[in-house]
């Protein structure tokens, strides 16, 4: 395909790609360079990464900042370097012992308001170089801790020392940095063996595609139906579309809190907006003045 529209791609990301590796055969694929994506995926990790072509990158911020749900496997009694299965093993404890009543209550201590240390293997930047760049220089790495919410963090089933758990959890959280705390409160260790992200927002598993479906078929979700799904809408007439464009303010209307798209009367996109300190206000605008 050459020369994409405007629009957001949703791709089932396989274990082993980075995330960066995924927008790179992106961007074959839609002919542009012009293409990010919402919200790193570990290369260990599978599941829906979104990916922003044209205009729609401008939209990736925003969709990153939305919550997201994983399906995800912690392993008891073993710590790595890297708190998933990918570093190195640093201790290894019998967690035989360990029972399903302690999991659960240590499990709800981890939810709900939190003050979370990421994993040092990240990229969480430490005076201007990522935290896993410094690690693999032998460099000592303590970063701190950053407020996250976790929403939903449940044990759906126990096999042996395998811990097949559900979250759900604002951006920034790392579900590394759960499976390790977790192993920490119960005394034994622990990290994770498998993650795969199953929502970001409102785009769920079910919408995306694989890297060779999109080969065979590019599906690009147009921005303004991406905006549609993910934001709450709200039709203006042709003037107050223009002021937007131009970026004036507008008077309140009583929008829903956060950020809200803007269409014009042709259905248009015309901005993401916001509605605070007595005015709706532009954030993001996409459509020019002399288009409305």
Do not use: N
């Not at 939903?152 to 096999?159: Q, T, V």
């Not at 991406?226 to 004036?248: T, Y």
């Not at 996109?269 to 003045?289: G, T």
């Amino acid at each position: 395909m050459t020369g994409a529209a405007d629009g957001i791609v949703v791709v089932d990301k396989p274990a082993g790609w980075t995330s960066h590796d995924v927008v790179g055969r992106i961007r074959r694929l839609a002919g542009t360079r012009r293409v990010g994506h919402a919200g790193t995926l570990d290369p260990m990790a599978t599941g829906v990464l979104v990916v922003g072509v044209g205009r729609a990158t401008r939209l990736l911020g925003h969709l990153a900042a939305r919550d997201k749900d994983y399906d995800a496997t912690i392993r008891l009694g073993v710590t790595t370097t890297s708190d998933d299965a990918d570093g190195e093993v640093v201790t290894s404890t019998d967690a035989s012992t360990v029972g399903d009543a302690a999991i659960r209550v240590a499990m709800t201590a981890l939810t709900g308001d939190l003050e979370q240390v990421p994993s040092a293997v990240s990229a969480v930047k430490v005076d201007g170089v990522r935290a896993y760049a410094k690690v693999r220089a032998g460099e000592p790495v303590e970063l701190k801790a950053r407020p996250v919410q976790v929403a939903r963090f449940e044990l759906r089933e126990r096999r042996g020392e395998e811990l097949d758990v559900g979250v759900t959890c604002s951006t920034g959280t790392y579900v590394r940095a759960l499976a390790r705390d977790l192993g920490a409160a119960l005394g034994v260790g622990a990290h994770l063996t498998a993650l795969r992200r199953t929502r970001v927002g409102a785009i769920g598993l079910d919408r995306a595609r694989t890297l060779d479906e999109l080969a065979d078929e590019f599906v690009l979700v147009p921005l303004a139906d991406a905006v549609s799904e993910a934001f709450p809408r709200w039709d203006v007439d042709q003037s107050d579309a223009r002021r937007i464009a131009l970026g004036q303010r507008l008077a309140p209307v009583g929008l829903p809190a956060g950020l809200v798209g803007a269409f014009g009367p042709d259905g248009s996109l015309v901005a993401l907006v916001e509605e605070r300190d007595d005015a709706v206000r532009p954030s993001v605008v996409f459509l020019a003045p002399d288009a409305c």
